[in-house]
């Protein structure tokens, strides 16, 4: 049970229901009748501690350990750290709930902004009221301009690449909040290789029609230097010129080796240009 101001959302017996996205003053567990100071901090405050942004590689209790799985070189890049990027996916999250629910959140900006040790993004005096196309918009707006500042300070004046691109994709495309909270550059290191993986697995055996599925690898960023990009790490290497069933016997000597990403943009390329030409 926890005392807050909020809607009065009510649970079984008439409780109130503790939301993970609340700031609130205190806890009090019913079995004991102890009382749990909240450990979350003012944004402002957690910042000091922990940096949402660092230069790779790194270790330490401030930025946390930012090295990647495989990486042969040494790339001195400013990225987000796992701080930022928990704090970034759970303020996003929290405003795609709300949409969910037809719910947005009352006007809010950095005074509100709590964090959690972890990082978990946090509100304080908000509340929860009908959703309206204004307040929605005014809702990322909000996110945007405090996430803007987080990224431009930590990173002094300039915003990690990835998280740039999120960014625009926020201020630029309103329609496509349902991808904010699942943006590539907020998957955590650990989890880089499995995503890596999953997203080859969708777009070679997805259920989707081909002309979708070129035009998302013609979408893709960075498509004709991704070869390059991956050179100096040897995870990343296997797994981009990997073969499905290359080591199964085919049913006859003409049937060919399933085709990397590479081949498959390739070809796409291909017949866009063809497309292009007839047309």
């Given amino acids: 049970m926890a005392d807050a101001a909020y809607p009065d959302i009510r649970a079984v017996k008439g409780r109130k229901a503790a939301k993970t996205f609340v700031k609130y003053d205190h806890y009090l567990l019913d079995s004991s009748r102890e009382i749990f100071i909240d450990d979350s901090k003012p944004i402002g405050e957690f910042l000091k501690m922990r940096a949402m942004v660092a230069t790779t ?12 799985p495989g990486e042969q070189y040494v790339y001195r890049e400013r990225v987000s750290t796992e701080y930022g990027k928990k704090f970034t996916r759970s303020l996003l999250k929290d405003l795609w709930i709300n949409e969910q629910n037809d719910e947005s959140f009352s006007d809010f900006d950095v005074k509100n902004m709590f964090a959690s040790p972890s990082g978990r993004a946090k509100f304080q005096n908000v509340t929860q009221m009908k959703r309206t196309g204004v307040q929605a918009k005014k809702n990322y707006d909000a996110a945007l301009a405090i996430l803007t500042n987080i990224y431009k300070t930590g990173g002094n004046g300039k915003i990690p690449k990835d998280i740039d691109r999120l960014l625009k994709l926020i201020e630029k495309y309103p329609l496509k ?46 498509s004709d ?11 990343l290497k296997r797994i981009y010129d990997f073969k499905p069933k290359i080591y199964e016997v085919p049913d006859s000597p003409q049937q060919p080796n399933p085709a990397t990403f590479d081949e498959q943009l390739a070809r796409a390329k291909k017949r866009e240009r063809r497309k292009l030409k007839d047309g």
């Fill in 57 to 68: 590689p790194c270790s330490s209790v401030r930025a946390g350990r930012l090295v990647l």
């Fill in 177 to 222: 909040a349902d991808l904010y909270h699942i943006h590539a550059s907020l998957v955590p290191l650990s989890k880089r290789q499995p995503s890596y993986l999953k997203m080859y697995e969708q777009l070679k055996y997805g259920n989707m029609d081909d002309h979708t599925r070129e035009q998302i690898l013609l979408g893709l960023p960075y």
């Fill in 225 to 235: 230097g991704w070869r390059l990009m991956i050179g100096g790490n040897r995870l």
